[in-house]
């Protein structure tokens, strides 16, 4: 996190068409539902402007928006967010809209905590969950899903994960790509289960020569054999199943659910203070320095300048 930059275009607010930092505060604009939004001024090209704080022409207030993405990885379904709005809001949103921001949030937020590196420890777990998934309402089909993620034992925070139709070796060595770009220099030893296409996968994205000298270990724990579980990934999953039950399962396309998941590692990472660390997972596991309560919106914020 680079909080140089964010100073920087706090005090600067520059020019979207010519790119200009010479700008000055215009004419307040009011709206129904977000308040009174400032107007800049550029004055090299003269045009007037907004600035994107990743709620531009959003028809809801940022607060409103946030409270429905948090309400809905706390466990409420957006049909109850929805209706606990109606009571609350004048302007009535309908559950799919709440839907939509859900999907639409996590994948900005996504796109920049993607790119913090972790300042892991030693050992990460990578395991697979099977999700059910109605690919199209109007058909019987359910597709068989799997959702792979890893966590890093000593920090908690989920390092890489994504949904995928199927298991196979690409979609494992994507996952374990992005734990090797974001763990690089501190992790060790992957842990998996006995499922054989680990083996390859991990030398591949890993590098032969490092397994081979030592410098990475696949620790392989084949629980069918006796030999234990992996405590640190099999609470996640329990925490994950947890929250994923009352979205009875996903429904439309894979993107959606990818993004849904995506914003649950978020929740995960960024939001909910974990009970055995006493914390958030990236309070020990990245430098990023969040100050405000409503951390979805900060999240939101900062993914927009950044
Ligand atoms: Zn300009």
Redesign the pocket.
């Known amino acids: 996190m680079n909080n140089n930059i964010d100073k920087k275009q706090e005090v600067k607010n520059i020019?979207p068409?010519?790119?200009?930092e010479n700008?000055i505060k215009w004419t307040k604009r009011k709206t129904q539902n977000r308040g009174l939004i400032q107007r800049y001024k550029?004055k090299?090209?003269?045009?007037t402007f907004v600035i994107d704080d990743g709620f531009f022409r959003m028809r809801n207030h940022p607060k409103k928006i946030t409270c429905g993405i948090d309400l809905f990885y706390r466990g409420v379904s957006t049909r109850k967010v929805q209706e606990h709005f109606k009571a609350f809001y004048p302007q009535n949103s309908s559950h799919k809209s709440i839907y939509k921001w859900v999907v639409k949030y996590a994948d900005m937020v996504s796109n920049f905590t993607d790119k913090l590196k972790i300042n892991s420890g030693k050992e990460i777990q990578v395991d697979e969950m099977e999700y059910h998934r109605r690919a199209n309402t109007n058909k019987k089909g359910v597709s068989k899903d799997w959702f792979i993620d890893s966590i890093d034992c000593q920090t908690r925070f989920m390092v890489g994960s994504k949904y995928f139709k199927s298991r196979g070796k690409k979609e494992i060595r994507e996952v374990l790509t992005k734990v090797k770009y974001k763990t690089e220099g501190y992790v060790t030893t992957i842990t998996t289960d006995g499922l054989l296409t680990y083996e390859n996968s991990i030398k591949k994205v890993f590098g032969y020569y490092n397994l081979k000298k030592g410098l990475i270990k696949h620790n392989r724990v084949n629980a069918s054999k006796g030999e234990g579980f992996n405590l640190y990934i099999e609470r996640l999953h329990n925490s994950i199943r947890e929250r994923t039950k009352t979205f009875r399962g996903f429904h439309g396309c894979i993107e959606s659910a990818d993004s849904i998941m995506k914003g649950y590692s978020i929740f995960y990472n960024f939001i909910r203070k974990h009970q055995s660390i006493k914390c958030c997972p990236y309070e020990l596991a990245t430098d990023l320095k969040l100050n405000s309560e409503n951390k979805w919106l900060e999240l939101i914020q900062i993914s927009k300048k950044n």
């Open positions: 020019c068409i010519c790119k200009s700008t550029c090299d090209c003269n045009k």
